[in-house]
C-alpha cells in the first residue's frame, strides 16, 4: 500500500489513494486485526506530477505575503509541504520494515499519512478557490533530501523529519494564520487551523518512537538527537520556537535549543 502511494505521480490521485488505504488498515485495527507489515521497495524519490515545476530555492520568485499573489504563493508552498509529507509518512512506513517495530509505530504513521493527505486536499481546495491550483507556481526542489539523507537510519529519519522539519511547522503556523486572517480569507485560516491543530502529533510521534528507540539502544535521547541532527539537517535550528507546541509533543527545549543559530554548538 505504502509503495504504491509512493508509486503515485498526481497529487489528489496520491491523496485519495492514501486515504483510501489508511481507511483500510484503520478498519482492519478497529477489528482487532494487524494487517501483515510486510516488506517494500519504495522508491528513492517518490512519483511527482509534470508540474509544479521544481527550482533551486533562491530561484524560486518570492512575492509580498500582503497581496493577493503572495497568499497564492504561501498556499502553493503549503501544498508542495503537505504533498511531500505524505510521501514522507509513507517512505517511513515502506523503508524500514527491516526493523522490528511495535504496531503502534505503523498505526501513527498510517494516521499521518491520512490527515497529511487531508491537509494537502484542504489547501488546494483553497487556491482553486482562487482560481489557481497546485502546479500553477514552480515550487521548492530538494525537499526529499532529507529522506536520502537518512534513508538507512530510522532514528536519523525520526529527528530530521518529525522532529526539526515538522515541529518548524508548529513555529511558522500561527504567523501564517494570522496572515490569512487579517486578509479575510476564511477557508484558508480553517485548513491552517486544522493542519497546526493535528501536526502536533506528528511531533509527538517522531519524539515517542525516537524515546523507544534509545530505550532499546540505551542511549541519552538528547545526545542521540544532537548527534543525528548535526550529522543529517544542513545548518542551525532558527528561533524563535514555539516552546508551548513543542513541549506538547514531547520536544523539551535543551533538545532543540543547542542546535539553534542564536547558541553556537557547544555553547
Ligand atoms: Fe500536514
Ligand atoms: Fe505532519
Redesign the pocket.
Known amino acids: 500500500m505504502a509503495e504504491e502511494v509512493l508509486r503515485t505521480a498526481d497529487g489528489r490521485e496520491k491523496t485519495a489513494l492514501s486515504r483510501r488505504y489508511a481507511a483500510q488498515w484503520q478498519a482492519a485495527r478497529a477489528d482487532g486485526n494487524l494487517p501483515e507489515i510486510g516488506s517494500a521497495n519504495p522508491p528513492d524519490r517518490p512519483a511527482r506530477p509534470a508540474e509544479p515545476a521544481l527550482l533551486d530555492p533562491r530561484d524560486v520568485p518570492r512575492r509580498r505575503p500582503g497581496t493577493e499573489a503572495g497568499r497564492k504563493a504561501i498556499l502553493h508552498a503549503v501544498a508542495h509541504i503537505?504533498l511531500n509529507?505524505v510521501d514522507?509518512?509513507w517512505d517511513i512506513i515502506a523503508r524500514f520494515t527491516h526493523v522490528p517495530m511495535p504496531p503502534g509505530f505503523y498505526d501513527d504513521w498510517v494516521k499521518?499519512a491520512d490527515?497529511?493527505s487531508k491537509?494537502f486536499n484542504l489547501i488546494c481546495d483553497c487556491l482553486e478557490a482562487m482560481g489557481s491550483h497546485y502546479g500553477d507556481l514552480p515550487a521548492h526542489a530538494g525537499m526529499w533530501r532529507a529522506a536520502e539523507d537518512t534513508a538507512h537510519d530510522l532514528m536519523g529519519r525520526l529527528a530530521v523529519v518529525?522532529m526539526v522539519l515538522?515541529a518548524r511547522?508548529l513555529d511558522v503556523t500561527p504567523g501564517m494564520i494570522d496572515l490569512f486572517e487579517k486578509a479575510g480569507v476564511s477557508d484558508a485560516v480553517a485548513a491552517m487551523q486544522v493542519?497546526y491543530a493535528?501536526?502536533v502529533h506528528?511531533?509527538a510521534y517522531g519524539s515517542k518512537w525516537f524515546h523507544f528507540l534509545c530505550g532499546r539502544e540505551n542511549t541519552d535521547p538528547k545526545d542521540a538527537f544532537h548527534d543525528l541532527v548535526r550529522r543529517y539537517f544542513h545548518g542551525p535550528l532558527k528561533p524563535p520556537f514555539n516552546e508551548e507546541k513543542r513541549a506538547e509533543a514531547g520536544l523539551p527545549p535543551d533538545f532543540y535549543w543547542p542546535l539553534s543559530e542564536d547558541r553556537p554548538l557547544g555553547e
Do not use: K, N, T
Request: charged content about 40%; glycine content about 6%; overall charge negative.
Open positions: 503537505e509529507a514522507l509518512h499521518s490527515e497529511e491537509h518529525p515538522e511547522g493542519i493535528e501536526e506528528h511531533v
